[in-house]
């Protein structure tokens, strides 16, 4: 077998995974495009292999899903009209598609799919890293405002007018004085 060598950017194939029931998945059509074949023949072939795809691989869309998804993504206005509900895809989902769609095309564009979503689960890893650091650095500024205020309250005192002393320096009895004076 020889190599194709089907280059599709990451990054195009990152926009087409969607976030539906808090799962990332795939439109068929989408999927189909990638795969260089009609819609119709990707979505006959999971039909004759509907073993392979139990509901956690591929689910198809509610009909509000589809139009939250038309409403969120421009390049999905055709579905708008359409009657048919799209399937979409998980990623073991588009695992299995590989086994079914077996051609040299669909084992290349297979794995730059698999490979966009291992960048999504590390992007998603990195971010949690992140966000976990964020909250860790705002607790520990939260503890310093609280002693710069402190610091700042001790030098306002330090700094406040004394109330001013009238005694003098120096060691003096008022009656030594006066008996000093007396003689």
Do not use: W
């Amino acid at each position: 077998m020889t190599k194709t060598n089907f280059v599709i950017p990451v990054d195009k194939i990152e926009r087409s995974i969607f976030l539906i029931r808090g799962q990332r998945v795939m439109l068929d059509r989408d999927l189909a495009y990638l795969y260089g074949v009609a819609t119709k023949v990707l979505n006959q072939a999971v039909k004759r292999n509907e073993r392979r795809f139990p509901s956690d691989f591929m689910f198809r869309l509610a009909k509000e899903e589809k139009n939250e998804l038309v409403t969120n993504c421009d390049r999905l206005k055709r579905l708008k009209h359409s009657s048919a509900l799209p399937s979409v895809f998980t990623e073991q989902g588009v695992a299995m598609l590989s086994s079914v769609l077996n051609s040299e095309r669909a084992i290349e564009v297979n794995i730059l799919i698999m490979r966009a979503f291992v960048r999504l689960r590390e992007a998603m890893a990195s971010s949690k890293e992140f966000a976990r650091r964020l909250d860790e650095l705002e607790r520990r500024i939260a503890s310093h405002d609280e002693r710069i205020r402190t610091l700042f309250q001790a030098i306002r005192q330090l700094m406040a007018p004394r109330e001013p002393r009238e005694k003098k320096i120096g060691f003096q009895l008022k009656e030594k004085r006066a008996a000093y004076r007396s003689r």
